[in-house]
């Protein structure tokens, strides 16, 4: 079983950056599309962002488009999420997710096979 684990988050002022790292745990990373999805205390995780294995597909949600960027670097087995000008609203753990096929429907926790352990965003005014 492919086994996530996130790095980088952190207490950050308001318009501030961070960058958050996925790496898999196993030598071998074979997911098709790896996503990022955060959780506010008492609400849903929500989708945030997702890349196909090409790194040519890429959908972002609403909330931080023009804000966040996806990439991913195979060979590392890794993926990461570059956040820019962050916001409170965007407080929350945040979980890279990994899906095995390769079929582009990414917004769901019902599109993942794995997860990671989380890693906690905490941006203050």
């Known amino acids: 079983q492919v086994q996530l684990v996130e790095s980088g988050g952190g207490l950050v002022q308001s318009g501030g950056s961070l960058r958050l790292s996925c790496t898999a745990s196993?030598?071998?990373?074979?997911?098709?599309?790896m996503g990022w999805f955060r959780q506010a205390p008492g609400k849903e995780r929500e989708f945030v962002a997702a890349i196909a294995r090409s790194a040519g597909v890429i959908r972002y949600a609403n909330s931080v488009k023009g804000r966040f960027t996806i990439s991913r670097d195979n060979a590392q087995n890794t993926v990461y999420l570059q956040m820019n000008r962050l916001k409170p609203e965007d407080t929350g753990v945040y979980y890279c997710?990994?899906?095995?096929?390769?079929?582009?429907?990414?917004?769901?926790?019902?599109?993942?096979?794995?997860w990671g352990q989380g890693t906690q965003v905490t941006v203050y005014s």
């Open positions: 196993c030598y071998t990373f074979s997911s098709a599309i």
């Open positions: 997710a990994a899906r095995r096929s390769g079929v582009w429907t990414v917004s769901s926790t019902n599109d993942y096979d794995y």
